[in-house]
T-cell receptor, first 110, second 114 residues
Framework: QKEVEQNSGPLSVPEGAIASLNCTYS??????FFWYRQYSGKSPELIMS????GDKEDGRFTAQLNKASQYVSLLIRDSQPSDSATYLC??????????FGAGTRLTVKP | KAGVTQTPRYLIKTRGQQVTLSCSPI?????VSWYQQTPGQGLQFLFE???????NKGNFPGRFSGRQFSNSRSEMNVSTLELGDSALYLC?????????????FGDGTRLSIL
């Protein structure tokens, strides 16, 4: 079992729709969770961090964390073509090093 | 505030050679982590340095090594290069690497092995 798993995608949504990205992790002592966006040919860019159960909203982005289910998700409301990118879920495990999922490629169609 | 700076941006080497990559973290950041990114394996953790000491290490062979200097700048070295080492090498920095401190990435060094 991989340490951090994401729905493989690719995911395609129409402009204005909600994009839902999911991530599960295996290390129960994980404490912090991050979502990064990576455009093709570019480096990952931090868009959200979440540390406690529940929802965290930042503009059009909402991160959701459920530690009991070892599940974290990212919702993108009113998706725009500029949101088209690969989204990486990252988890800081018990030994404090960061593990990344393989990423989900999102395409927002105008 | 300047971001994470990696040099060089592109590098072409041949099998058997060695290479050194450089990373300057965001000012004030003391933790530096290195990652290898390939299409097949995604982002894989190499190692993390803090206060000139390697604090965490991923599952890479001993050909991959690094160090950190007193000004927090870090270098990564790969010896006896193999074709499979072709990848994007990313450096990320954070304040102290604490659990609630996100990492910020540089633009990466793209290494091609011929």
């Amino acid at each position: 079992q991989k340490e951090v798993e994401q729905n493989s995608g690719p995911l395609s949504v129409p402009e204005g729709a909600i994009a839902s990205l999911n991530c599960t992790y295996s290390d129960r002592v994980s404490q912090s969770f991050f979502w990064y966006r990576q455009y093709s040919g570019k480096s990952p860019e931090l868009i959200m961090s979440i540390y406690s159960n529940g929802d965290k909203e930042d503009g059009r982005f909402t991160a959701q964390l459920n530690k009991a289910s070892q599940y974290v998700s990212l919702l993108i409301r009113d998706s725009q073509p500029s949101d088209s990118a690969t989204y990486l879920c990252a988890v800081k495990a018990g030994n404090n090093d960061m593990r990344f999922g393989a990423g989900t490629r999102l395409t927002v169609k105008p | 505030k300047a971001g994470v700076t990696q040099t060089p941006r592109y590098l072409i080497k041949t099998r058997g050679q060695q290479v050194t990559l450089s990373c300057s973290p965001i000012s004030g950041h003391r933790s530096v982590s290195w990652y290898q990114q390939t299409p097949g394996q995604g982002l894989q953790f190499l190692f993390e340095y803090f206060s000139e000491t390697q604090r965490n290490k991923g599952n890479f062979p001993g050909r991959f090594s690094g160090r950190q200097f007193s000004n927090s700048r870090s270098e990564m070295n790969v010896s006896t290069l193999e074709l499979g080492d072709s990848a994007l090498y990313l450096c990320a920095s954070s304040l102290e690497g604490g659990y609630n401190q996100p990492q910020h990435f540089g633009d990466g060094t793209r290494l091609s092995i011929l």
